[in-house]
Antibody, heavy 128, light 108 residues
Framework: QVQLQESGPGLVKPSQTLSLTCSVT??????????WSWIRQYPGKGLEWMGS???????YYNPSLKSRVTISVHTSENQFSLKLSSVTAADTAVYYC????????????????????WGQGTLVTVSS | EIVLTQSPGTLSLSPGERATLSCRAS???????IAWYQQKSGQAPRLLIY???SRATGIPDRFSGSGSGTDFTLTISRLEPEDFAVYYC?????????FGQGTKVEIK
């Protein structure tokens, strides 16, 4: 079982860029077969997948966020990161990093997967 | 995009009772690409079921998943005190990772 830990500022001003890092232990971001992912949860509400990256640095983003989200992997530090630009109060949420298990369709296309390990989550508040 | 609708919103049951949670998809979910998660207050979600019916490592056999096409079910055969939580379904394979809105299982 891999362990994941989010880190970053808990308070971000409107219009700025939210930046979070996920440190991975017990597993390697260099290994194939996984999606290193960010998922957020609005206060008291449901879950929203934001995006994922694999070991080849291929990225997959939620279309609703695509223009604002960047996910990167830093294999030498065994970390991956999230940047969300132009934040507003609506981006206030608990942000989770998670490991996804990759699935492939009959044509060999990566079609996403489920999330078997999660970080504990970090609350990010957008406020001036 | 596939939308997942979970029902009921809240399920009020007593320990020892059977819980049946529903997850309905707006389109057919290919290859049974459905997962279920449990989330307790202040904690991250925990994977229970993947592939619609396969239990994740360490998950008790009182948890079972079933279904295909657009209708999926999570069943908890006999509720233990630690099972009272919020449960989410998730589909993968289309739009990558959409979640249902959750079902809260509360103590009656």
């Amino acid at each position: 079982q891999v362990q994941l830990q989010e880190s970053g500022p808990g308070l971000v001003k409107p219009s700025q860029t939210l930046s979070l890092t996920c440190s991975v232990t017990g597993g390697s971001t260099s290994n194939g077969g996984y999606h290193w992912s960010w998922i957020r949860q609005y206060p008291g509400k449901g879950l929203e997948w934001m995006g994922s990256i694999d070991h080849r640095r291929s990225t997959y983003y939620n279309p609703s966020l695509k223009s604002r989200v960047t996910i990167s992997v830093h294999t030498s530090e065994n970390q991956f990161s999230l940047k969300l630009s132009s934040v507003t109060a609506a981006d206030t949420a608990v942000y989770y990093c998670a490991r996804g298990i990759v699935h492939y369709d009959s044509s060999g296309n990566d079609v996403g997967g489920y999330f078997d390990d999660w970080g504990q989550g970090t609350l990010v508040t957008v406020s001036s | 995009e596939i939308v997942l609708t979970q029902s009921p919103g809240t399920l009020s049951l007593s320990p020892g009772e059977r819980a049946t949670l529903s997850c309905r998809a707006s389109q057919t979910v290919s290859s049974k690409y459905i997962a279920w998660y449990q989330q307790k207050s202040g904690q991250a979600p925990r994977l229970l079921i993947y592939g619609a019916s396969s239990r994740a490592t360490g998950i008790p056999d009182r948890f079972s998943g079933s279904g295909s096409g657009t209708d999926f079910t999570l069943t908890i055969s006999r509720l233990e005190p630690e099972d009272f939580a919020v449960y989410y379904c998730q589909q993968y394979g289309s739009s990558r990772g959409t979640f249902g809105q959750g079902t809260k299982v509360e103590i009656k």
